[in-house]
């Protein structure tokens, strides 16, 4: 029986779902859309199977098909990054951190990673997350001037307090990431590196940002942001920590991988390795320098001044508006970003200075530049008219037209 007739009313919220999808502009940095193969990789009968274990040592019988299709994922996905050993069973981004922590930290040791409110993610340190709970977290951040991580002072903190691990990577961050520096203070400090790619991954595997496969003991990412796959995670490694890393995701962290999502995966990783993907990072950064520009001519303060990557950190208050006001106002609009701190905040995370604005999902559905400066210009008007109402509706009718020309895959 179809989901419409079992169950009409999660069909109708689906549905209902699906028309947001189209008609407004999604910008949430976080966010993408995946292929319909890999919706329907994703939808499809192996999440009927249990396969606790690995490839060729399961648990459970019955594995043949869902061992073929996760030694796929992983050979895959080593290629696309040059990876020595790949866990691609995390079911999330935050297990497959928790995973790397746990292959080789003690409940107490120290790491040195980025702070949420520049930047950095939960899953670093924040004091209600495990990671902060667990761990003694040492915090370095960006310049107040140019918003650039600061290399000096997480050198100088690394040799004060001597962590046991240095972590890489950010949820809020607009430049490129230079992971050979990370890798040198490790190195002097004798700390182990862990770079967590979660947003720019696809950045990554399209060949537009640095790799830190080569130069990190462990590289973790989500499979759903700039990768464009479904709503996972993965870690990566050298072969030293192989064992260490596959005994800690399971039995560690997790029973029974998701055989449907893993299948997915390989679908990603598959389609990550075409030439075609290369052109896809290409064009979001390119989009995403577009749009910068776009709005820092209407008078957007930029954190930064600009980007390197798939988003922009805006503070509004520069335009008189807060986070909250401004995420409201465009959603009004069909336009979805998220309210987020800047760096050197002065406000709350419930309401700060900043909006995040990210490109990768508008890119999927192939908007371009000329498209970027369109879209820039109504994120304008609807922030420069945030309370009225009549002006925000325009908008949103002029959006919906527009949005329609611009297919989302897998819905007709
Ligand atoms: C999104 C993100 C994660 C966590 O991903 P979930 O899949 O939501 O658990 C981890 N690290 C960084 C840097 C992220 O941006």
């Not at 299709?69 to 020595?84: C, H, K, N, S």
């Not at 709005?295 to 807060?322: E, P, Q």
């Not at 527009?402 to 895959?409: G, I, M, W």
């Amino acid at each position: 029986m179809s989901l419409r007739d079992a169950d009409p009313s999660v069909w109708d919220m689906i549905q209902r779902e699906e028309t947001r999808q189209v008609e407004g502009l999604e910008l949430i940095a976080s966010e993408n859309y995946t292929s319909a193969a890999i919706q329907e990789a994703a939808g499809t009968v192996l999440t009927n199977k249990y396969a606790e274990g690995y490839p060729g040592r399961r648990y459970y019988g019955g594995c043949e098909f869902v061992d073929e299709v996760e030694t796929l994922a992983r050979d895959r996905v080593r290629e696309l990054f040059g990876a020595e050993h790949a866990n691609v069973q995390p079911h999330a981004g935050s297990q497959a951190n928790m995973a790397a922590y746990m292959s080789v930290l003690k409940p107490g040791d120290t790491i040195l990673a980025m702070d949420l409110a520049q930047g950095g993610h939960l899953t670093h340190g924040m004091h209600l997350n495990f990671s902060g709970q667990l761990y003694n977290v040492v915090h370095y951040g960006v310049r107040e001037d140019d918003h650039r991580i600061d290399f000096d002072q997480v050198a100088s903190l690394a040799k004060e307090h001597k962590p046991n691990m240095i972590v890489a990577g950010a949820s809020a961050y607009p430049r490129e990431i230079d992971h050979s520096k990370f890798a040198d203070i490790a190195r002097e400090t004798g700390a182990k590196l862990m770079v967590d790619m979660a947003h720019y991954s696809g950045l990554v595997a399209g060949k537009v940002h640095n790799n830190p496969v080569p130069v990190a003991d462990f590289v973790t990412t989500t499979t759903h942001k700039t990768l464009r796959g479904p709503r996972s995670g993965m870690v990566l490694c050298k072969e030293e920590y192989a064992k260490d890393v596959d005994r800690t995701v399971f039995p560690g962290l997790q029973g029974g991988p998701l055989m449907h999502i893993i299948a997915a995966k390989a679908v990603c990783f598959g389609e990550a390795l075409q030439p075609s993907f290369q052109e896809y990072a290409k064009q979001v950064v390119s989009n995403a320098k577009t749009l910068a520009e776009t709005l820092a001519a209407g008078g957007l303060r930029l954190m930064s001044g600009g980007t390197d990557n798939h988003l922009i950190l805006t503070d509004v208050t520069s335009i008189d508006l807060t986070g909250k006001i401004a995420e409201k106002a465009l959603d009004q609009a069909g336009i979805t970003v998220n309210k987020n701190m800047i760096p050197y905040d002065q406000r709350k995370p419930l309401d700060p200075s900043g909006i995040r604005i990210g490109t990768a999902a508008l890119t999927t559905r192939g908007m371009k530049e000329d498209e970027m400066q369109q879209v820039g210009q109504w994120i304008l008007r609807v922030m420069k008219s945030a309370d009225n109402d009549a002006e925000i509706e325009k908008v949103r009718g002029e959006i919906q037209e527009f949005a329609r020309n611009f297919p989302v895959p897998g819905i007709k």
